[in-house]
Every structure is written in structure tokens, then in C-alpha cells.
């Protein structure tokens, strides 16, 4: 499964070390380290590098940042987080690929999950679409993570500089040390004067990400969803999610023990599903930290005791407690027909005697998985549904 996102090496050379990078088309910048980071990299010789011993890489990708700063320094330990588990994934192999040991790599969704303090640098490059609540809390958010005498440097792209100047002059005690642009980017380096007593503030659980609250009507099925910035369908369902609709309602009437969601984004179908079968367990699985903490709120909201959600953050599948009944599958057009082949052949393993498996996406990638499903001798195409350029297709087992 993870052999299937590889796209390439890459050679980075910076100072005077070079570094080797396993990349993947579906992570940022796969065609080369981007010109932000080098420009990142470049400015911190103006901070006194030597002395850094504790450094935290926020929204890491695959690690060109916090690899090299520990590549530079053997001396020092180097936190990644990424709420991408593909990114974290691909951080970790580089890690091993550089024989790097100084490094501890983990998912987070911004700084939520990062549990140690006193860090004397944290960087990032601040993803351009993340929205301008999460950026602002990925600038002001350092500050309980910094030792003393540490320093954030940030790299944006052109058009958040004005947000980014605003987010920094508007903390009385922020002092910025550094400010250098190209025509893309601009570099930050800021540290604060004054001790924080303040805890982190959790960007999930305050809010930062909530986008609409989308009343959701179709057929027999009414119900209530948040959405969040950074997800698709945050304003309407798309054309594959009402097609898995209709192959949701179009099920025997018969329980459902076990429900595994893979991909749930928004959460509509995982939340359509529980309110129409209420199974015993709903699991799900994704990449995006934010698809899986968003939709197990949506299923608390309507009702889903949090007991029944087991929740997982990777990208292939996990061992399950038990066979799943049912299998909700919208498949990534990014990620083509090869993959989705791939995840459909574990899937099979965990499927209960008698189970199904729903899959949606674009007619054209539906069409391709039909055949090669065709071939596997556990499962078999049932039902199909098509609109707009849209399909929906039940798998039986066997």
C-alpha cells in the first residue's frame, strides 16, 4: 500500500550537507524541495543555529524542513507533525533514509497533539489555503511551545504577508527579529519578551476550523452537519455522496454490526449510515487528521455514543476488532484506480461473510475499479448508480 504513493528521490543539498527525500505526487512539492522552505532554510543563519538543541516542524509534508535542521545538528532533537499520515509516513522513511535518529515524527493537527514544551526553534511553512483563523493560530500558537529564549521562523507566500504582519503586530509582547521577501515569499523570525502562562489553545476543540453548520435533506435522511475549512463538500453534497445515498437506502433491512468508513471527510455518509443502520461500531480510517475529528463530532452531535467510534489515523487500514458488515469507500480521484484497487483488496480481507462495500467517485475511475474488482475472486459488482459524470457501485462478497 505504501509503495503505491512513492513517486521518486529527491537530492537536496543545503550548506554543506545533501540530504536524499522519498517523495509522493500526493504530498506538496514532489517535484522538488520548494523555493519557501530554501528561502526558510537560507534566513537561519541569522539566528544563533548552533545554539538549538529542541526544534518543532509544524504541517512537516515529507520533512525537508526538520530533516535538515537535524541533519545540521546531531546535537539537537527534532519534532515533525503533519495531520497528513502520508506525510508523516514519507517524514519517517526520510528519516530512516538519512539515518537519522535525533528525530521524533508524528500526526497533529496543528499543535494539538505536540505534548513537550521548550523548544528553542519551531518553523513552518505555512500552507497557503489553510484559512485565515488557522494561519493566525499557527503564528500566535508558538508561543507556549517556545522556551525563553526560542524563536519561530515562518515562511508565507506573498498575499498572506498582510495577515501574518497583522497576527504578529497584535501580540503586545512579539518582537520581530527578522523580515526578508522575495517576490513569492516572505521569511519571519519573531520570539516573545514576556513569560506565557497560558495554556495551548487546542485549534480543534476552539473552533478554529468550523466552517457552516449544513441541514442535510435527502430522501428519508435529515440531519445536521459542521463543516470545516479545508475539507471538500462544506456547502453542499457532491454528486458522489447522494449516489451513496441512494445505494445506503436501497440496503436490506437487516443489522449492522460493524461499520468501517474510509475517507469519511465532512462525515455526511458515516453520519447517514449510523442514523439509517445504527451499527455497533463505526470505525474510521483516513489520512487527514481533520476529516477524522470532524466527522466523529458529527456523529456524537446526532446521537453516536462515543463508545461505538473507533477512530484511525494512517494511511492504509487497521486491524480491525472485528469484520466490518459494511464498507463506505468514497475514493480519492487523486489517488486513481491503482490504489484504490489496492485498498479494495485489503478491504476485502475485512469484510464480514455477506458483507458489502459501497465505493462512489467519477464515472471514469468507478468504471476502471469494476473491472479490476471483476477479477477478484472474493468480490463481485452489484448494483450501480449513475449521474453527471458521477457512479456509485455495490461489492458483494462472494
Request: aromatic share 8%; charged share 20%; net charge positive.
Amino acid at each position: 500500500m505504501k509503495n503505491a504513493y512513492f513517486k521518486k528521490t529527491l537530492t537536496f543539498k543545503h550548506a554543506d550537507k545533501t540530504l536524499q527525500f522519498n517523495v509522493s505526487q500526493e504530498l506538496f512539492s514532489s517535484h522538488e524541495v520548494d523555493a519557501g522552505t530554501r528561502f526558510l532554510l537560507r534566513t537561519l543563519d541569522q539566528l544563533p543555529l548552533a545554539e538549538v538543541r529542541r526544534v518543532l516542524d509544524v504541517g512537516c509534508g515529507y520533512g525537508p524542513l526538520g530533516l535538515t535542521l537535524a541533519r545540521l545538528g546531531k546535537h539537537r532533537t527534532v519534532h515533525l507533525v503533519d495531520r497528513d499520515a502520508l506525510a508523516v509516513d514519507f517524514a519517517q522513511q526520510n528519516a530512516e533514509l538519512n539515518n537519522l535518529h535525533n528525530v521524533t515524527i508524528y500526526g497533529s493537527l496543528g499543535y494539538d497533539a505536540v505534548t513537550e514544551r521548550d523548544f528553542d526553534l519551531i518553523v513552518c511553512n505555512v500552507p497557503g489555503k489553510a484559512g485565515e483563523e488557522v494561519i493566525a493560530h499557527l503564528v500566535r500558537g508558538a508561543r507556549p511551545f517556545l522556551s525563553p529564549t526560542g524563536h519561530a521562523a515562518i515562511v508565507v507566500v506573498t498575499p498572506l504577508v498582510p495577515l501574518v504582519a497583522q497576527t504578529l503586530a497584535e501580540m503586545a509582547d512579539c518582537v520581530v527579529t527578522f523580515k526578508q521577501s522575495t517576490a513569492n515569499h516572505t521569511v519571519f523570525h519573531y520570539h516573545f519578551t514576556a513569560p506565557s502562562d497560558e495554556p495551548p489553545q487546542p485549534a480543534f476543540a476552539s473552533g478554529l476550523f468550523w466552517r457552516d453548520q449544513v441541514a442535510v435533506e435527502y430522501k428519508k435522511l435529515k440531519f445536521g452537519v459542521q463543516t470545516a475549512v479545508g475539507l471538500p463538500e462544506f456547502d453542499s453534497l457532491s454528486f458522489a455522496t447522494r449516489l451513496l445515498f441512494n445505494l445506503l437506502n436501497d440496503l436490506p433491512e437487516q443489522p449492522v454490526e460493524h461499520l468501517l468508513v474510509v475517507n469519511p471527510g465532512q462525515g455526511h455518509t458515516a453520519v447517514a449510515a449510523w442514523l439509517s443502520l445504527h451499527p455497533q461500531q463505526i470505525t474510521l480510517t483516513d489520512r487527514d487528521l481533520l476529516a477524522l475529528q470532524t466527522t466523529t463530532y458529527n456523529l456524537q452531535q446526532n446521537g453516536c455514543p462515543p463508545d461505538r467510534i473507533y477512530s484511525h489515523h494512517q494511511i492504509g487500514l487497521p486491524p480491525l476488532l472485528a469484520p466490518a458488515t459494511l464498507i463506505l469507500y468514497p475514493l480519492r480521484d487523486s489517488e486513481g484506480p491503482k490504489l484504490a484497487t489496492a485498498r479494495l483488496h485489503l478491504l476485502a480481507d475485512q469484510l464480514a461473510p455477506g458483507g458489502t462495500i459501497l465505493i462512489a467517485a467519477n464515472s471514469h475511475l468507478i468504471s476502471q475499479v469494476e473491472q479490476q474488482v471483476k477479477k477478484n475472486k472474493r468480490l463481485t459488482p452489484h448494483k450501480r448508480k449513475k449521474r453527471k459524470g458521477f457512479s456509485a457501485l455495490s461489492i458483494l462478497q462472494k
